[in-house]
């Protein structure tokens, strides 16, 4: 055996073991920056638990007179093409995204009452996802959302659970989180 693959095969025995240990330490949820890392490598499987809501992620803008844009969604339907069956990496980003969020529904489930989400690495991680999407940001060739505000001088994100196929802001969903307006941050020129 060469030292390259003796050395994947114990970084590999090494990460299990680690995984192992902090969920036999940690209980079956996974918390801290570190820990939270590992659990991106499995994908979220809670959907076959039950048919219900689902969380979805909703973005705004307000400019400077105080004047806030409409809620806009996060995750569009993309369109669908032949050759989608063989690559699609515009989707696959997207469904890694989606699974980020349903990372941050379950971690504000799982939180003792009264604490703040905003400690949560999902938090940060789905905030720059919200950020992006507000500032223009694409799958493939296709806009996170549908009316980007890069003018906008404070930005908020809001994650509600929906039933799938209702209109987005449904009546029937529920508000999980609603985040204070946020300054944009000075873009890079």
């Known amino acids: 055996m060469d030292a390259w693959l003796l050395g994947t095969v114990l970084l590999l025995v090494a990460y299990f073991a680690a995984l192992a240990w902090g969920l036999r330490h940690r209980g079956r949820t996974l918390r801290g920056p570190?820990?939270?890392?590992?659990?991106a490598f499995?994908?979220?499987?809670?959907?076959?638990?039950?048919?219900?809501r689902a969380p979805r992620l909703y973005v705004r803008g307000r400019d400077v007179n105080g004047q806030c844009g409409p809620w806009q969604r996060i995750y569009p339907q993309l369109p669908r093409r032949a050759w989608h069956l063989l690559h699609n990496p515009a989707v696959n980003l997207a469904l890694t995204q989606q699974?980020?969020?349903d990372h941050l529904a379950q971690d504000i489930n799982d939180l003792p009452e009264g604490a703040?989400?905003?400690h949560c690495v999902s938090y940060a991680l789905v905030c720059r996802l919200a950020l992006d999407a507000l500032q223009g940001g694409h799958?493939?060739?296709?806009?996170?959302?549908?009316q980007a505000m890069p003018e906008a001088a404070a930005w908020q994100l809001e994650l509600r659970m929906e039933h799938p196929?209702?209109?987005d802001h449904a009546p029937e969903s529920v508000?999980?989180?609603?985040?204070?307006?946020?300054?944009?941050?000075?873009?890079a020129a």
């Open 175 to 187: 508000l999980m989180l609603q985040s204070d307006f946020m300054p944009l941050p000075a873009r």
């Open 165 to 167: 196929g209702l209109p």
């Open 99 to 101: 699974n980020l969020i």
């Open 34 to 39: 570190w820990l939270f890392f590992l659990r």
């Open 42 to 52: 499995f994908p979220n499987w809670k959907f076959f638990h039950a048919v219900g």
């Open 116 to 118: 703040d989400p905003q």
């Open 139 to 146: 799958w493939g060739d296709q806009t996170l959302i549908a």
